[in-house]
C-alpha cells in the first residue's frame, strides 16, 4: 500500500479563500470584519515567527488584525491589563496569547483573563471544560481543528473506529482526543508512560502523533491502512540523517540543501508511507492547518459576538 | 481465580469516621466547620433520596448542611438567585445543585452560575477544563474521586496500566478518564458506538464500567485478574432473574426477598468473581464512596477559602 498525502498546505489555502470570501461578504452585508488580536511577550524568535504567520494570514483573509507586543519584562498585571482592553474592545472578536507566557506569570491565570466569547485559542480553563462536557458552543483549540479537518478529508467514518492519541498535551493531545469522542470514535490516549507503545497505537484505525520526537512512529507502531496524523514539527540540521531518512525523496533533500535545515515528523514518513491509508506530510500536513483553523474561530466567534448566531 | 470485594461500604465509612475527625479538629483550632448547601428543584423521589442521604451524611460528619429544596414550578431565575445568595454565603463552602435540574432550565447556565471555589461537584465548566487539563487545585466529581480512592486501595500501581472506560457522561465516565490520565495510565474511552466491545473491554487491567444497563459486562469482557470497577446500579424487581443471576450468594437472595426489590450492576457480578483480581459490588461499591467523596470535596474547598490552603 502506499499511502495518499494529507496536502495541508493546498487544504488550507481552499479553506483560507472561501474564508477570505466569507469576510468580503460579512463587510458587503453586515458592515463589519472579523477582528484578531495576537498578544506576545518578549520575542522568542520562535514564537515571533508564529505570530507573524497569524498575522499575516488574518490581513490576508482581511481581518482586522491586530499584534501587541509587549516588552520582555513587562509585568503579568500589564499583560492582564491588555487581555482586558482587548476584552472591551468592540472591534475585536479573537484574542490569542502566544504561548509560553515568560516563566514567572501564572499562566492559568492570563488564560482565564481572556473573555471566554472572545477565547480564540480555547485555551480558557471554562472553553477546554464546555469542550471536554461536549457541550454546544464551545470553541476548540486550532491544531485540534485542523486535525479533524484532516481526518474528515480522508472521507473515513470515524464512529465506532478505534482512534489512538500518542501524547498528552493540553494543546493537542487532549482536545484531540475529545474531539474524536464527539464523532463516536473509540479513543485511547497513550503517552511516555505507556507500556509497549507500538501494540497500542497499531490498533488504531486514526493514529494522531503529537510528542515532539523525530521519527519516533516508525513502521512498527502502525496499524496496515491506518490514516496518519503527524503534528510533530522537529528541527534538524542532521544531513546525514537526513538524506538516510528521505533517501527516496529528492524533494525533501532539495528543500534541505536550499535552506541548510529540514524538519522531521514525529511519524517516519518514508515508512509510514508504505503503511497507512493517508499520512500528512512535515511540513505542509498539520502546521498550516492550524494557521486556517484559527482564522475558521475567529470568523466563529465574530459572527456568534456581532450577528447572535 | 476468586476476586477480592473492594468493599465500599467499609471504606467510605473509614473515610467518614477520619472526616468526622477532622472536622472536629478544625472547629476547636479555627472555629469553623464545613458548609454544604444541596439544592434540589421539586421532588422527583430518586433526587429526594439522594438529596437526603447527602444532607444526612454531611450532618453526621458535623457540617453545617442546608438543604434547599425550591417548588417543582420554580423559574430558572429563581434557581440562580439562590445559587448567588449561597455563592455570597460565609458559612457555605460547597454548593451541590442536584441533578437533573427541570428540562426547560438552561443546565450550563446553572452549572456555570455555582462559584469556582464552591463548586463541590465539580460540574461548572471552568472546573470540568482545570481537570481535563489537570491544573492545580482542581475538583474531581464525587463519583470518580470514589471510583480512584477504590482503586487505589487495591494497592495495583497505575503508571502504564491499560485502564479503560466504559461509558463517557459527563458525570462518570470523562471525569474518570481524565483522572485515570492524571496517573499515567494509558486511558481508552468506549461506548455504545464502539465496534466490539468485549475485545476492547478486555484489554483493560483496570476496567471502570459506567453505563447504566444491567450484567451488561459479562465474562468476556474481562481480562484475567483485572481490577473492575462497577458503576451501575439498575433497579429490578425480576425476582426470577434476580435469583438465577446469583444463585450461589444467599445474601443477595435474602437481601432481595426482604425489600420485594434488586440491583444489578452493569457488570455480572458472579462471572465477574471468577474472572478479576478486584470487583465492586453492587450495592456496597462505588455508591457509598460518592458521599464520602462528597465529604473530602467540601472539606477540601472549605480549607482552601477559609484557611488559604
Redesign the interface.
Known amino acids: 500500500m502506499t499511502a495518499q498525502i494529507l496536502d495541508g498546505t493546498r487544504i488550507s489555502g481552499e479553506i483560507r479563500e472561501k474564508i477570505g470570501e466569507e469576510v468580503a461578504a460579512l463587510k458587503a452585508e453586515h458592515g463589519f470584519v472579523p477582528g484578531l488580536t495576537v498578544i506576545q511577550v518578549g520575542e522568542v524568535p520562535e514564537s515571533s515567527a508564529y505570530v507573524k504567520m497569524k498575522e499575516k494570514a488574518a490581513n490576508k483573509a482581511g481581518f482586522l488584525s491586530r499584534k501587541i507586543n509587549l516588552p520582555v519584562d513587562a509585568s503579568e498585571a500589564e499583560l492582564l491589563d491588555e487581555i482586558h482592553r482587548q476584552n472591551e474592545h468592540p472591534d475585536i472578536d479573537g484574542i490569542l496569547v502566544q504561548l509560553p507566557v515568560p516563566d514567572e506569570f501564572d499562566e492559568?491565570k492570563i488564560l482565564?483573563a481572556v473573555a471566554i466569547e472572545k477565547d480564540v485559542d480555547g485555551f480558557?480553563?471554562?472553553?477546554?471544560?464546555?469542550l471536554?462536557?461536549?457541550?454546544d458552543r464551545f470553541i476548540a483549540p486550532a491544531t485540534p481543528v485542523g486535525i479533524m479537518e484532516l481526518i474528515r478529508r480522508t472521507g473515513i467514518d470515524m464512529?465506532?473506529?478505534?482512534a489512538v492519541v500518542l501524547g498528552?498535551s493540553?494543546i493537542v493531545g487532549?482536545p484531540t482526543a475529545?474531539l474524536l469522542?464527539k464523532e463516536?470514535a473509540?479513543?485511547?490516549?497513550?503517552?511516555s508512560?505507556?507500556?509497549d507503545l507500538p501494540s497500542?497505537t497499531s490498533r488504531a484505525d486514526i493514529l494522531v502523533v503529537a510528542v515532539g520526537r523525530e521519527l519516533m512512529v516508525t513502521s512498527e507502531y502502525i496499524k496496515e491502512g491506518a490514516v496518519v496524523i503527524d503534528v510533530g514539527v522537529n528541527y534538524t540540521e542532521d544531513e546525514k540523517k537526513f538524506k538516510e531518512v528521505y533517501l527516496d525523496f529528492p524533494d525533501f533533500i532539495e528543500k534541505l540543501e536550499k535552506k541548510g535545515y529540514g524538519y522531521f515528523g514525529d511519524v517516519h514518513y518514508p515508512q509510514a508511507l508504505k503503511k497507512a491509508s493517508w499520512i500528512t506530510p512535515v511540513p505542509g500536513g498539520v502546521g498550516p492547518m492550524t494557521i486556517a483553523s484559527l482564522l475558521m474561530n475567529t470568523v466563529t466567534l465574530a459572527r456568534r459576538r456581532r450577528l447572535g448566531e
Open positions: 492559568n482565564s480558557n480553563p471554562y472553553s477546554v471544560g464546555m471536554s462536557a461536549s457541550k464512529k465506532g473506529k478505534e498528552r493540553n487532549k475529545a469522542l463516536h473509540t479513543v485511547t490516549i497513550c503517552h508512560r505507556t507500556k497500542v
